[in-house]
């Protein structure tokens, strides 16, 4: 059974850090690119970047919003994605899901961006 | 940027009968590999989005063969042949040809 679990997630002051991450399970990790994706209360989905797969060169692409703050990383070895979120601002509070190219998606965790 | 639209943005609908959502990009989902990559998702409440449909019109492991999708090009159709209670949610449309982009949802509840 294909499993993402995401953790990580918390209150966290404007300015701060934080790191997210996306334990999974059930798939040949390393095969796949994986993405984030966030949802703000009440709002629809937000892609926030993702990462290819080593057979792609294990690159990395973001949206706008978050490029220069955020980095996507993986570790194959451990089945693991991160996502590192730099300069925290109120309006990146949002429930924050994985998900794999394969097109499992894991349950999310909320990060909160307040002081 | 490619800027996805649905419509309707909300649809009540009755148990047993059709739905319908319409999405439309705002450039050709055409890949350069020859893949259309226009995928539509559902989120049911309190619940993470799931994958229904991938690449125009195929339905993903355990997806309901009530659920279909079809188009082309930038023009977009996902249809539900016979409503259930079930799929009471929002449904998205989402483009990963260019990067990713979702579109605004359509809500889908019970007259």
């Known amino acids: 059974e294909v499993q993402l679990v995401e953790s990580g997630g918390g209150l966290v002051q404007p300015g701060r850090s934080l790191r997210l991450s996306c334990t999974a399970s059930g798939f040949t990790f390393g095969d796949y690119a994986m993405s984030w994706v966030r949802q703000a209360p009440g709002k629809g989905l937000e892609w926030v970047g993702f990462i290819r797969s080593k057979a792609y060169g294990g690159t990395t692409e973001y949206a706008a919003s978050v490029k220069g703050r955020f980095t996507i990383s993986r570790d194959d070895s451990k089945s693991i994605a991160y996502l590192q979120m730099n300069s925290l601002k109120t309006e990146d509070t949002a429930v924050y899901y994985c998900t794999s190219s394969l097109g499992y998606w894991g349950q999310g965790t909320l990060v909160t961006v307040s002081s | 940027d490619i800027v996805m639209t649905q419509t309707p943005l909300s649809s009540p609908v009755t148990l047993g009968q059709p739905a319908s959502i319409s999405c439309r990009s705002s450039?050709?989902?055409?890949?350069?590999?020859?893949?259309?990559?226009l995928s539509w998702l559902q989120q049911r409440p309190g619940q993470p989005p799931r994958l229904l449909i991938y690449k125009i019109s195929n339905r993903f492991s355990g997806v309901p063969d009530r659920f279909s999708g079809s188009g082309a090009g930038t023009d977009f159709t996902l249809k539900i042949s016979r409503v259930e209670a079930e799929d009471v949610g929002v449904y998205y449309c989402?483009?990963?040809?260019?990067?990713?982009?979702f579109g605004p949802g359509t809500k889908v509840d019970i007259k």
């Open positions: 989402m483009q990963a040809t260019q990067l990713f982009t």
């Open positions: 450039q050709s989902l055409v890949h350069s590999d020859g893949n259309t990559y």
